[in-house]
Structures are given as structure tokens and as C-alpha cells.
């Protein structure tokens, strides 16, 4: 069935806007949707993914409508609504239109250039290829470049997972179980979840399978006091929280008082009273020192370029830039610093990251040990393993979408000696 013909009207208007890379794509969706009511879920659907297809594919899209006919940006649009629903179903296309998007569709994109093929910004395609080759960059860039599954996280305080299994395959929705994370389920369409009793029960709750397994790799364990030094929304602290079975303390930190209102919801849904959560000002307040040489495990999920999640945030690859990188490097080395100072010897520190560049990965995990002789790395081997999870990828948890299907994550393991 055609969508509405004014869909490709919409998706030019949400472009204009989400091009000018001054804030996150999906705000500025969610934003036009609110100011247009009227626009069917359908139409929604179709024009968030055009314009999701034109983030992913902005160099190769932008080559494609150097050809055809009227304005650019209607062009970029179409390209979009073809890419995302198909040309049959959009409607009002002019016969020259049709022509030029059944023309493209038929360049083998094999024939294009491979830094265009790849649709990274140079500097960042530059920086792959040097480190890994230009087959290995083109299939990370490839996996990166498409939609990422739905994953979820059982709450075992709630359900188990083969109950959940079940309850979905009533709602009719089909999952899989998460190959490492051992509360994880997979989903390969998009169902609306928010109206599910399992969902408005606290009993699953929305999470990429890499994310849970860094909730797992903190191995906090019951009892204990953790801090989870940026907690943001609360994705990973529900997840130690439950792992902690509902028991000894877990601080949520962060800066955002607004992220960390988020959390808010859903920890009541999630049934966990053994979560605070306190806004500080910086990595340094006086909130942090109080509880120096306190805490058992420390998960800093530092700040980062988020490169890892192209699949669920395609623009931020066009909103990163070297600089940005540098600044965030600083950031990331003094909130680690100053997490460590609360890790009591014997705890644990874990260091984290969605991001796949060396700079905000390795070279902080590396600079924080040789400033710090106090802690010892642990590797991420032993650690999945004393978490009964099947997966070694060396020193350092290192998760790509093309080898792991997860987002990209990294993490490292320090213990603190005295
Ligand atoms: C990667 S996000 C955290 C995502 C979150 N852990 C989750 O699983 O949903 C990084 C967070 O660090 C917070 N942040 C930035 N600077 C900080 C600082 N100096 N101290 C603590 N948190 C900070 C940001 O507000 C952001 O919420």
C-alpha cells in the first residue's frame, strides 16, 4: 500500500533540520512528530527511517543526488523513502522522479569509491583503515551502517527468561536468546513494547546485549556497596542493581540531572529499592571524596564519541569530529581518576566505553595504569569466565556489531592491590 503522498514532503522538512547536525537526530524527530499530530504511525515510521537511511548512507545518497531532477534535498528524501519502504510505495512521484530512483537502484555499489562505500566521514575512515586494513574497515563500516535487532534484558528479580520467552510468543512476537548475555533476548522486527504487561511490569526492559554484558563484567556481587559513576538514564545500574539481587547499595552518579530523572520510572517498574541516585557537579564533588576507599565495584561508563552505536545513532558519526574526540579524552582520564579513589583494596574498577577508536579505549585503560600502581589489570577473559559467559576477546572486552552483533563496546578491569 502507498503511503501518504506528503511523506516525502515531511521527510525534506525533518532532513533540513536533522543535516544541521546541532543536536541528536533523534530529537529532532521526535520533535517534528509532536509539532505534526496528525501524521499516521505508518507515515511516522517511514519517515524516520528515510531519515535514518540518509544518516547511514550520507556520502553514497549524497553522490546519487548530484543526478535527477528538482530540489536536493527532495532528492535525499526520496532516496531515503526508497531505501527505507521502496519505490512503489511512495506516492506522488513524478514519472522523471521514478526513472532517476529506478536508475540508482540498479548501481552496483561495489563499483563505488570504498571511503564512499564505507559512508564515514574522512577522518574517521582514515583512522580505520590505518589501524585495521580496508576490508576489515568496510565490513565494520558495513555492520555499523545497518539497523541494529531489538534486544532486551529479563529482570530476574521479576521472570525468568524462558517465561518471557513464552509470555511474547503470545503477544505474537518471536526473540531469541542473546548468544552471551544470559538474560538477553533478541528481536528482529520493532514491535511497540511499552504496552505490554511484561514491559509495564518491570519485567524486561529494553537494552543492547553488549550493554548487559557490561553490567555483568562489573561483577558486582550481593551485599556489596557499588557505585556506577555515570549512570545517565540508568540502562546498566538496573541491570548491576538486579544482579546484586536487590541488595547492598548502588549509587547511580552522574552530572545530568535530567538523564538521571529518567532512571526514576524505570526503577519503580523494575522493583529495586537498593539504588540511589545522586546528582554531583563534576567527577571531583564533595559527594565523590565522601566515599573514598569505600566502594566494593565501580563501573565508569565514561562519556564518548558513542561510535559503537552507529546502528541506533547514525548522525553521530557526522557530529564527531577529531577535536571533539581530544576534549572527550581529557573528560574520560579525569573521571576515571577520580572514580578510582573510591574502589577500597581488593575492589574492582571497571572502565567502559561505546566507542571503537584506540583513543578512548586502549590509550585511557593504558595511561590510567601507568599512573596508578595501586591497580592491576584483570583480564576480560577471566573475568566472563568467573561470570560463566563464553566469550574471550583478550586483555579487554572489545564488542563489534560485525563480530558480536552488539553495539561496540569496550571495557577494562583494574583491582586496586592497596
Ligand atoms: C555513556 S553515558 C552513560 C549511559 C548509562 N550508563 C546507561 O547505561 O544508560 C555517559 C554519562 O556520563 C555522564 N557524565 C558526563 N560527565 C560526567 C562526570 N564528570 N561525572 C559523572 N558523569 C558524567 C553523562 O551525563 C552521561 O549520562
Given at each position: 500500500m502507498r503511503l501518504h503522498p506528503t511523506v516525502a514532503s515531511h521527510t525534506e522538512e525533518v532532513l533540513r533540520e536533522v543535516l544541521?547536525?546541532?543536536?541528536?537526530a533523534d530529537s529532532a524527530v521526535s520533535w517534528y512528530f509532536r509539532e505534526h499530530p496528525k501524521l499516521g504511525s505508518r507515515e511516522r515510521n517511514a519517515v524516520a527511517e528515510a531519515v535514518y537511511a540518509v544518516l547511514r548512507n550520507k556520502l553514497v545518497f549524497g553522490s546519487f543526488a548530484e543526478s535527477g531532477v528538482g530540489p536536493a534535498m527532495r532528492r535525499l528524501a526520496l532516496l531515503g523513502l526508497a531505501d527505507a519502504v521502496?519505490?512503489?510505495?511512495?506516492?506522488?512521484?513524478?514519472p522523471d522522479e521514478t526513472a532517476w530512483l529506478e536508475r540508482v537502484a540498479?548501481?552496483?555499489?561495489?563499483?563505488?569509491?570504498a571511503a564512499m562505500r564505507a559512508n564515514l566521514p574522512v577522518w574517521l575512515y582514515d583512522k580505520l583503515v590505518a589501524r585495521d586494513g580496508e576490508a576489515a574497515t568496510l565490513s565494520l563500516a558495513d555492520a555499523l551502517n545497518r539497523p541494529a535487532p531489538l534486544d532486551l534484558r529479563v529482570n530476574a528479580l521479576k521472570t525468568k527468561r524462558e517465561d518471557v520467552i513464552e509470555e511474547l510468543a503470545k503477544a505474537p512476537i518471536a526473540c531469541e536468546p542473546t548468544?552471551?548475555?544470559?538474560l538477553g533476548l533478541r528481536i528482529f522486527k520493532k514491535p511497540a513494547l511499552q504496552n505490554l504487561p511484561l514491559f509495564k511490569d518491570g519485567a524486561i526492559e529494553v537494552q543492547d546485549e553488549g550493554s548487559q554484558l557490561l553490567a555483568h563484567i562489573l561483577g558486582a556481587k550481593r551485599g556489596e556497596m557499588v557505585v556506577?559513576?555515570?549512570?545517565?538514564?540508568?540502562g546498566k545500574t538496573l541491570a548491576i542493581g538486579a544482579i546484586m539481587r536487590n541488595t547492598g547499595r548502588l549509587y547511580a552518579f552522574d552530572v545530568a540531572e535530567k538523564r538521571l530523572a529518567k532512571l526514576k520510572p524505570r526503577l519503580a517498574r523494575s522493583g529495586l529499592s537498593n539504588v540511589h541516585p545522586v546528582v554531583i557537579a563534576h567527577e571531583n564533588d564533595a559527594k565523590v571524596k565522601r566515599l573514598?576507599?569505600?566502594?566494593?565495584r565501580v563501573l565508569v561508563d565514561a562519556p564518548c564519541s558513542g561510535l559503537g552505536t552507529l546502528r541506533r545513532n547514525p548522525d553521530m558519526k557526522w557530529r564527531q569530529t577529531p577535536e571533539s574526540v581530544a576534549e572527550l579524552n581529557q573528560k574520560q582520564s579525569s573521571i576515571l581518576a577520580s572514580a578510582a579513589r573510591l574502589v577500597k583494596p581488593g575492589g574492582r574498577l571497571v572502565y567502559a566505553t561505546c566507542s571503537l577508536l584506540d583513543e578512548e579505549n586502549e590509550a585511557i585503560a593504558n595511561g590510567f595504569l601507568a599512573a596508578n600502581s595501586a591497580f592491576r589489570l584483570v583480564p576480560a577473559r577471566e573475568v566472563l569466565a568467573e561470570q560463566k559467559i563464553d566469550l574471550d576477546t583478550g586483555d579487554f572486552l572489545k564488542l563489534t556489531p560485525q563480530q558480536h552483533q552488539t553495539d561496540g563496546f569496550f571495557a577494562a578491569v583494574f583491582e586496586r592491590s592497596k
Open positions: 544541521r547536525f546541532t543536536g541528536p521502496g519505490i512503489d510505495a511512495v506516492a506522488g512521484l513524478s540498479q548501481i552496483d555499489r561495489q563499483t563505488l569509491p548468544p552471551y548475555a544470559p556506577d559513576f555515570c549512570a545517565g538514564a540508568g573514598a576507599g569505600k566502594i566494593d
